[in-house]
């Protein structure tokens, strides 16, 4: 995927008026060295996405069609999100970009999604917008900013990618190894951990979807954080993940023969979901965060728990814990604290957008020990990237997600 940054393109370019083979009003724009279509409509502008705001009125009412487009659809959380939108009543798939597997049936992609009625594949260069309400973007982590930049500015946007996750530029670069592509945009960028920031991803035009340890470690201790329950040093997070939390790509360290029987450490001090969880604990806190985290790679297809180790306020009993996350997800569809001392398992959260959770008493005085699980590429990408759009559409927030966990 090409790299021309736009950022530098002379006013009129920036603005979709730069002639293409000379000709004004094209229905042709640049977008990270291609052109994308878009159809040109008298009145509606046709600019590179801009900062704006979507009003909280609903955008869609019951029973209207929103027409979908699946960006990097022959990843794993595209396949998600086409596994999701076959039950979904409002959400139609109009158009599917996977450059590598360009023009070929999705079905041939993705075999167990054969059923569905699908378009072919297209590069993203020949992706036509002009049909398309909205869109959820699997590219992967770099690409992700400068194709959102040149997207036509009505579409509503869920990215999947880390590139819109960190609010500071300068953080992001230090992380990803590159300077933000699109620092604009990451102004207007709203975090889309639903139960936590409903109401502004319900007014956002683009929304960066969470990875999946933040989610599942956010959901607990952001609640306790925020009612000061606990203390915000040694916060120790020891986090565990199916191989496809990896992606699809052909790599030597996923091979079967590498990960079976075995669980890995990778990231040691240095992975990436790092500094978006520091982020969300700060806000809850006011103050900044630093957490000791782990994350493991574990020979399992699907699934992610973290274990937390917390310690508690003082005065603060397990039970105040308890409470308080239960009080806090009473009402929520997909947050469920369990009872008693039944323990969170990745294979009761298989295939669904649950997050388990549940706490514990640690043998050592004032600590406590969390445990959530969830499924990486539901709650942990693509079933909340459909939750978050729903929410932007004005749509019932669990439309098309109430698909039970897969057991055995």
């Known amino acids: 995927m090409g790299s021309t940054a736009l950022g530098g393109a002379a006013p009129a370019a920036r603005a979709g008026l730069s002639p293409k083979n000379g000709v004004l009003g094209s229905n042709l724009k640049p977008c990270a060295g291609y052109m994308l279509k878009t ?41 998600e999100i086409v596994r999701l939108l076959a039950n979904h009543p409002q959400f139609h798939i109009k158009l599917m970009t996977a450059d590598r597997k360009a023009g070929e049936q999705f079905g041939s992609v993705f075999p167990h999604l054969i059923t569905q009625d699908l378009p072919n594949l297209v590069a993203i260069k020949d992706a036509d917008f002009s049909d398309v309400d909205a869109v959820f973007c699997c590219l992967p ?20 990618s880390a590139d819109f996750r960190l609010r ?10 590159h300077s933000h592509r699109a620092p604009e945009l990451q102004e207007e960028a ?27 470690i956010q959901l607990p201790l952001v609640p306790l954080i925020k009612a000061k329950l606990i203390k915000l040093n040694n916060i120790i997070i020891d986090a565990k993940s199916g191989v496809s939390g990896a992606g699809r790509g052909a790599k030597e360290a996923n091979l079967y023969t590498e990960i079976a029987e075995g669980i890995h450490a990778y990231g040691i001090k240095s992975h990436r979901h790092v500094p ?45 814990l308890y ?25 009761h959260v298989v295939g669904s957008n649950y997050c388990f959770m549940n706490i514990f008493e640690d043998r050592i005085p004032g600590r406590a020990i969390i445990i959530s699980v969830i499924d990486n590429l539901v709650k942990g990408a693509s079933g ?21 966990p897969l057991f055995p």
């Not at 900013?145 to 500015?153: D, H, M, R, S, T």
């Not at 500071?168 to 190894?177: K, L, P, R, V």
């Not at 709203?190 to 933040?214: H, K, M, Q, S």
Request: hydrophobic residues 35%; glycine residues 8%.
């Open 190 to 216: 709203v975090y889309g951990l639903t139960e936590v920031l409903r109401d502004d991803i319900r007014n956002a035009r683009l929304v960066a979807n969470p990875g999946c340890y933040p989610t599942s």
């Open 276 to 320: 978006e969880i520091e982020q969300g604990l700060s806000d809850a806190a006011k103050s900044k965060v630093t957490i000791s985290f782990t994350p493991n790679l574990i020979c399992m297809k699907r699934g992610m728990q973290s274990t937390m180790f917390v310690e508690m306020a003082s005065g603060v009993t397990v039970n105040d």
């Open 384 to 404: 909340q990237a459909v939750q978050n759009l729903n929410l932007m559409m004005g749509l019932p927030e669990n439309m098309g997600l109430q698909y039970q």
């Open 141 to 160: 982590h770099g690409t992700t900013q400068e194709i959102i930049k040149g997207l036509p500015w009505q579409l509503k946007i869920v990215d999947l």
């Open 323 to 347: 409470q308080h996350l239960k009080s806090t997800y009473e009402g929520e569809e997909f947050v469920k604290l369990l009872h008693g001392n039944s323990v969170p398992q990745t294979r």
């Open 168 to 177: 500071d530029i300068n953080e992001y670069a230090e992380w990803y190894g």
């Open 39 to 79: 159809n040109h409509k008298v009145g509606v502008p046709s600019l590179c996405v801009r900062a704006s705001v979507a009003s909280s009125t609903p955008i869609v009412k019951s029973g209207d069609a929103v027409r979908i487009a699946v960006l990097g659809a022959s990843g794993y959380t595209g396949a």
